[in-house]
Nanobody, 119 residues
Framework: QVQLAESGGGLVQAGGSLRLSCAAS????????MGWFRQAPGKEREFVAT????????YYADSVKGRFTISRVNAKNTVYLQMNSLKPEDTAVYYC????????????WGQGTQVTVSS
């Protein structure tokens, strides 16, 4: 079992920044990678970014490339999503996810944290 706890969401003006955190606990040694997804009202959940280990390679959705950065602090089993130059279309509930059965086979999810970007 892996438990995920997100934090850091909130309300920000367009052009601003936020940093989301996802703290993992439990059988974290079994994780292949962790990722961030988001779901806007009336839309399906979509991929945002992921970080794999042990090489810490990262991948991003085209819509956030150059604006968002995913990173990990090994010692804390925490993954961050630094979001800069936020746009109103980034407004969504952001979810942290972990894959333990294989790369990008996400089987654990956090509760989500709301990010609202005002214009």
């Amino acid at each position: 079992q892996v438990q995920l706890a997100e934090s850091g969401g909130g309300l920000v003006q367009a052009g601003g920044s936020l940093r989301l955190s996802c703290a993992a606990s439990g059988r974290t040694f079994s994780m292949y990678n962790m990722g961030w997804f988001r779901q806007a009202p009336g839309k399906e959940r979509e991929f945002v970014a992921t970080i794999r280990w042990p090489d810490l390679s990262t991948y991003y959705a085209d819509s956030v490339k150059g604006r968002f950065t995913i990173s990990r602090v090994n010692a804390k089993n925490t993954v961050y999503l630094q979001m800069n130059s936020l746009k109103p279309e980034d407004t969504a509930v952001y979810y942290c996810a972990a894959a333990t059965r294989g790369y990008s086979d996400y089987n654990y999810w956090g509760q989500g944290t709301q990010v609202t970007v005002s214009s």
